[in-house]
Structures are given as structure tokens and as C-alpha cells.
T-cell receptor, first 112, second 112 residues
Framework: DSGVTQTPKHLITATGQRVTLRCSPR?????VYWYQQSLDQGLQFLIQ???????AKGNILERFSAQQFPDLHSELNLSSLELGDSALYFC???????????FGEGSRLTVL | SQQGEEDPQALSIQEGENATMNCSYK?????LQWYRQNSGRGLVHLIL?????REKHSGRLRVTLDTSKKSSSLLITASRAADTASYFC????????????FGAGTRLFVKA
């Protein structure tokens, strides 16, 4: 158990809809990262937050947004969903000294 | 584009053999990490090597880092069927909020 919790584990929705994925980091970790993994692909970095502030941005679409709340949990909002958004979405929190990432089990999004 | 690229994309070996995976990256790094992913699961951290280190061992794992060539290798000795998984290198960059970028991964299959 990494200590990182992601909900929901599975989500099936239709094109054009909006979903929210939630992540609770490990106790004490201030950084949260979001990654997207399409079928049998590597991980695409989406965005990083540190203590409530956006720290780094990757290949995140304009239809996607994220935030980190004062209690350090984070949410990734995906809107106007397309078939190609179907993927595993991982959240990770990091050790502030080494940068070692601790991953949640992911949220599997299926867009029909 | 990916910061890290693993080679080979896939590797199939017999139990007991050694498995070597390589990773190349493009820009200056703070550290390089290797992760393992069982199918559809979250990634698990294996080992971290800092930019001023050249070699590191952890159990049956040996990692080397050559910053002049911007490359790293992961050696798994005496492989077991349970080592079957995807292996990813990840580079923690100096800039951009210390974001951690993953390569596309090497799929390792160990035959019993």
C-alpha cells in the first residue's frame, strides 16, 4: 500500500460528459502529480501541485483542469470527454527530499 | 516528446537469466529512478540514483548512470517469473518544478 488513495477506481461515461477524479496523497507529502496512461503506453505527465499551488505543467489539454485543496487532496477535472480520453489516470505524491513518487492504483476511465 | 526512452521495448528471457534494460534521456537531471508496473496497476518505486552517483545496488537490482552519455541501465539478476512486468525509468528534472518524466517502458517477460 503506497498510502496514496484514488477514487473512483473505474468510471464509464459518454462522450461530451465531465468527470472528476480525486486523489489523497500520502500523509505528509505536499506534492501531487497527475499522469495519464493510455493502453499499453508510457505515462504522460499532466500537472504537478505543491502545497496548493501549480508547480509544473505537462501535456495537459485545455479541457482538463486540476487543483489541490488546503487539505492537500487533489482533483482532476476532465470535461467534454472524447473517446481518446479513455485511459488510466494516476495520481502520485512525492517525498519532498528525494522526489521518489508513490502512486495510487489509478482511475480507469472509459469513454463510450 | 518523452524525456526518457527505454530500450528494448520488450524483452523475453528464461527464469534464472539476467535482464538488462537501458534508458536514455535528453536534459540535465537531478536524479533518475526506476519503477515497476504490473499490468494495470500503480507503479512501484524500485531504486533511485542521484546525478553524482555512478552505480547503485538493491537486492537483485543494479543500476548504473552515465551522465556524460545521458543514459542509465537496470540489471535484474537471476530473474524470476514474478519479475514479469513493465519497467520504467523516470528522470527528475532540475527545472520546471522538479517534475518527473517517464519513458515508454520496457516490457519484461520471464518464462518459467
Amino acid at each position: 500500500d503506497s498510502g496514496v488513495t484514488q477514487t473512483p477506481k473505474h468510471l464509464i461515461t459518454a462522450t461530451g460528459q465531465r468527470v472528476t477524479l480525486r486523489c489523497s496523497p500520502r500523509s505528509g507529502d505536499l506534492s501531487v502529480y497527475w499522469y495519464q496512461q493510455s493502453l499499453d503506453q508510457g505515462l504522460q505527465f499532466l500537472i504537478q501541485y505543491y502545497n496548493g499551488e501549480e508547480r509544473a505543467k505537462g501535456n495537459i489539454l485545455e479541457r482538463f483542469s486540476a487543483q489541490q485543496f488546503p487539505d492537500l487532496h487533489s482533483e482532476l477535472n476532465l470535461s467534454s470527454l472524447e473517446l481518446g480520453d479513455s485511459a488510466l489516470y494516476f495520481c502520485a505524491s512525492s517525498d519532498q527530499y528525494t522526489g521518489e513518487l508513490f502512486f495510487g492504483e489509478g482511475s480507469r476511465l472509459t469513454v463510450l | 516528446s518523452q524525456q526518457g526512452e527505454e530500450d528494448p521495448q520488450a524483452l523475453s528471457i528464461q527464469e534464472g537469466e539476467n535482464a538488462t534494460m537501458n534508458c536514455s534521456y535528453k536534459t540535465s537531471i537531478n536524479n533518475l529512478q526506476w519503477y515497476r508496473q504490473n499490468s494495470g496497476r500503480g507503479l512501484v518505486h524500485l531504486i533511485l540514483i542521484r546525478s553524482n552517483e555512478r552505480e547503485k545496488h538493491s537486492g537483485r537490482l543494479r543500476v548504473t548512470l552515465d551522465t556524460s552519455k545521458k543514459s542509465s541501465s537496470l540489471l535484474i539478476t537471476a530473474s524470476r517469473a514474478a519479475d514479469t512486468a513493465s519497467y520504467f525509468c523516470a528522470t527528475r528534472l532540475h527545472t520546471g518544478g522538479f517534475k518527473t518524466i517517464f519513458g515508454a517502458g520496457t516490457r519484461l517477460f520471464v518464462k518459467a
